[in-house]
């Protein structure tokens, strides 16, 4: 089955950075809509930055100004920036291609991303 790898979590301290990283297996074109997810301890996976086909980049409140969604078209791969990290930001982190605004294929492992006061 079709599934985007997500990679590059880790333990980090408040305020670090690190960037996460989403690839597309070989016949998937990521040159579309494509989410990065967050799921904090117990409770539910939520959208928090997206990058549209054309481009355009839209980010959760939580996290405009700190996180940057970029793409790579050469890689297959879409990242997501993240800096001045604060525990809230602590979870696993996931990506997925949208279609209508919904993930399109089934959910990867994900990357945990803690992050320590």
């Known amino acids: 089955q079709v599934q985007l790898v997500e990679s590059g979590g880790g333990l980090v301290q408040a305020g670090e950075s690190v960037t996460l990283s989403c690839t597309a297996p070989a016949g998937i074109n990521i040159v579309t809509t494509v989410g990065w997810f967050r799921q904090p301890p117990g409770k539910q996976r939520e959208l928090i930055a997206h990058?549209?086909?054309?481009?355009?980049?839209i980010y959760d409140d939580s996290v405009r100004g700190r996180f940057t969604i970029s793409r790579e078209n050469a890689r297959n791969t879409v990242y997501l920036h993240m800096s001045s990290l604060k525990p809230e930001d602590t979870g696993i982190y996931y990506c997925?291609?949208?279609?209508?605004?919904?993930?399109?294929?089934?959910w990867g492992q994900g990357t945990q991303v803690t992050v320590s006061s």
């Open positions: 990058i549209t086909r054309v481009g355009s980049k």
């Open positions: 997925n291609i949208l279609y209508a605004m919904e993930p399109r294929y089934p």
